[in-house]
């Protein structure tokens, strides 16, 4: 039996229209339930204070540090790493098996639960590199988490830019590197700079990989060496331990907040560099 | 023939020269001089390996992987091919037009003094200069000198052309090397590119690949006719044109082939 194809088509608008609208229902709902329930507590003394009787009273003040310097730390590392191995891998080699199981490996690691890096992490760096819970560690563990992101969408972004470009530049006299610096990176930017802010989306939504690392330490970091506590872990901790159901929420209003601000900059800029280079 | 072309200097000499794509064998012992300040025409069926022999020439081809090449390529005394030739060096002297115009998403400025950038020259009053001549060179200064800010793709595609002309002419290469310059243009802006060609041969030397026998007896003063990754004849444009020896080159430019 043959269905009409206008009746398919109006089924298939109806039904992709339908998830589209229930998906942004689902998340309308997630965002303003948790502003609702958090925005109150949420005031300037709120952001700017340090935590009382374990989060109970006071701010969130040292949570922001910890926030903002974990992933700042963790993208300084693994930025130029992953992208210099994904020019590597698309430009300096050939299509070989090695290079195949390499970007079979980045898969897999991309795939991983992140509790899984955060264990790798406190082996590796907390115990046996002894750097204890610091921002040190838990900046590598996450390093480590995102790379494998950073270096499937660079590698992407790179095999995006037309070929051509790259005979032109080899005519016109250039080396490899003077190649990949001028003319592919450049091209390659927006891509690679949409990976960069997924891996920051990811840091500091961050629990599992950073609690075991960096620990969860309220007080104000002085050296990398010290341990912090992320808005992401101290919003868990204080709702798993019911310690207080709205500063929890104040948190976690204002991460949302704060991703949001984030994500609107990125793009915002990526518009301006767009149009600059037309 | 012979005569007068030794009278003339030989600019490049390709000498038993044999060209594999992996196990496909592309050229079969290609040999043609290059006319100092002269334009070349290479012209033949589509596949027969006109832009495969034109690559050689600056060793673009050595970029895909898996090409052999054998044989001997002579930029002015010196095997490009051999040793001692430091590659980036030979593609300065060596330019390339593509097919299809292709700027870098660049301001017109920035696409003109690429190639002097990355020699590592950053005076900037001279990359005015330069970027002038050039402009000047490729007949297009007067239309874009208000706007070398503005990228360059948004710029007709025959100015596009030209500006990668002038992107060329701004490193001063002693050979341009043009796969169908014209294949993009319309008529019109064909008519203007084969004018400039003319012009700039009087100060370079000039290979072109065109698959329009038209432009090729037009513009050149020597002809060689490929088929198949051979070349069959090798002449006086005029020659080739009127009296081919070969009758596989009578059979093409009459119209006869396939
Ligand atoms: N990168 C390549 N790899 C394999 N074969 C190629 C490649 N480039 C060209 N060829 C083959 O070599 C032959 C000559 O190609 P080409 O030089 O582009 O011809 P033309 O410019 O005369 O049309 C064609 O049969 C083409 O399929
Ligand atoms: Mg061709």
Redesign the interface.
């Known amino acids: 039996m043959r269905i009409n194809p206008r009746h398919t088509q109006k089924g298939a608008v109806i039904i992709l229209g339908g998830a589209t609208i229930l998906v942004l229902l689902i998340l309308a709902f997630i965002i303003i339930f948790i502003l609702e329930k958090g925005l109150p507590v949420v005031n300037l003394q709120f952001l700017s204070s340090k935590p009382r009787d374990l989060g109970r009273a006071g701010g969130i003040f040292p949570t922001i540090i910890g926030t903002i310097i974990l992933p700042v730390v963790a993208l300084l590392i693994a930025t130029p790493l992953g992208v210099f191995t994904s020019v590597y891998l698309s430009e300096y080699t050939?299509e070989t098996t090695l290079t195949k199981v390499i970007r079979f490996g980045t898969d897999c690691l991309a795939g991983i639960p992140s509790i899984i890096f955060g264990l790798f992490g406190y082996i590796f760096f907390v115990i046996t590199l002894q750097m204890g819970w610091s921002i040190l560690a838990g900046s590598l563990t996450l390093a480590v988490m995102v790379l494998p992101t950073i270096i499937r969408t660079s590698e992407e972004a790179i095999r995006a830019v037309?070929k051509?470009?790259?005979?032109?530049?080899?005519?016109?006299?250039?080396?490899g590197w003077?190649t990949v610096k001028?003319?592919i990176l450049p091209?390659a930017l927006p891509g690679i700079v949409t990976g960069v802010m997924l891996s920051i989306g990811r840091s500091i939504g961050e629990t599992a990989a950073v609690i075991f690392t960096a620990g969860s330490s309220l007080r104000i970091p002085t050296t990398a060496f010290d341990s912090v506590r992320t808005m992401a872990v101290h919003f868990y901790i204080l709702a798993r331990e019911g310690i207080s159901q709205e500063n929890a929420y104040g948190t976690a209003a204002t991460l949302i907040i704060a991703v949001l601000i984030i994500n609107l900059t990125a793009y915002w800029l990526m518009n301006r560099f767009i149009a600059r280079?037309? | 023939m012979a005569n007068t072309m030794a009278e003339i200097k030989n600019k490049m000499r390709v000498e038993g020269l044999d060209l594999y794509y992996g196990k496909f064998h592309a050229l079969t012992s290609v040999s043609m001089p290059v006319q100092e300040n002269k334009i070349t025409a290479l012209i033949g069926p589509s596949g027969c390996g006109k832009s495969t022999l034109l690559r050689c020439l600056n060793r673009m081809n050595d970029l895909i992987p898996g090409t052999k090449v054998t044989g001997q390529v002579m930029l002015d005394d010196q095997d490009i091919y051999g040793q001692a030739m430091e590659v980036t060096d030979l593609r300065k002297r060596v330019g390339m037009v593509f097919q299809r115009p292709n700027p870098f998403p660049l301001s017109i400025y920035e696409n003109v003094v690429y190639g002097l950038k990355v020699a590592g020259f950053r005076n900037r009053k001279m990359m005015d200069e330069v970027a002038e001549r050039s402009l000047k060179g490729a007949w297009m200064w007067d239309y874009v000198k208000d706007k070398l800010d503005q990228s360059a793709l948004e710029l007709p595609l025959d100015q596009q052309q030209r500006l990668c002309i002038a992107r060329l002419l701004a490193i001063e290469p002693e050979v341009i090397l043009m796969d169908e310059p014209c294949s993009a243009l319309d008529p019109i802006a064909t008519m203007k590119v084969e004018e400039l060609m003319l012009e700039l041969a009087k100060n370079y030397t000039i290979v072109i690949v065109t698959h329009n026998m038209q432009q090729a007896s037009r513009v050149s003063d020597y002809t060689g006719y490929m088929l198949l990754g051979k070349m069959i004849e090798f002449n006086d444009t005029r020659v080739i044109f009127t009296k081919p020896k070969e009758k596989l080159t009578e059979e093409y430019i009459s119209g006869k082939y396939g």
């Open positions: 050939k037309p051509v470009y790259r005979e032109v530049s080899f005519s016109l006299g250039a080396s003077q001028k003319v091209n280079r037309g």
